[in-house]
């Protein structure tokens, strides 16, 4: 059974830095695409960054371009998404979700998330 368990949540200021953690027990980790989503209060999930299988492309949305970066480690069937220079704006549970295809940038290409980690950024 898939399993996906974020950390690395918590409080911080305008301008400070997180590092979130997601640690994938999927069958298929090392060929499928990996990504982070968000849901504010309020609000939808997006996607705001993805990975594929490889680790060589990376995608982000607009929000996050150049603040962000994910990446992941196959060797430890990890996913990692640093978040610096943050906004309240980025307030927010953030979700580690897996794809089924070795590239992926759209929501609905994931199938499976995990059960999130909340990050508030105050001003």
């Known amino acids: 059974q898939e399993q996906l368990v974020e950390s690395g949540g918590g409080a911080v200021q305008t301008g400070g830095s997180l590092r979130l953690s997601c640690a994938a027990s999927?069958?298929?980790?090392?060929?499928?695409?990996m990504g982070w989503f968000r849901q504010a209060p309020g609000k939808g999930r997006d996607v705001i960054a993805s990975?594929?299988?490889?680790?060589?492309?990376?995608y982000y949305a607009d929000s996050v371009k150049g603040r962000f970066t994910i990446s992941r480690d196959n060797a430890k069937n990890m996913v990692y998404l640093q978040m610096d220079s943050l906004k309240p704006e980025d307030t927010a549970d953030y979700y580690c979700a897996v794809a089924s295809a070795p590239i992926a940038t759209r929501g609905y290409e994931f199938n499976y998330w995990g059960q999130g980690t909340r990050v508030t950024v105050s001003s």
């Open positions: 999927v069958r298929s980790f090392t060929t499928s695409a």
């Open positions: 990975i594929n299988s490889s680790g060589g492309l990376t």
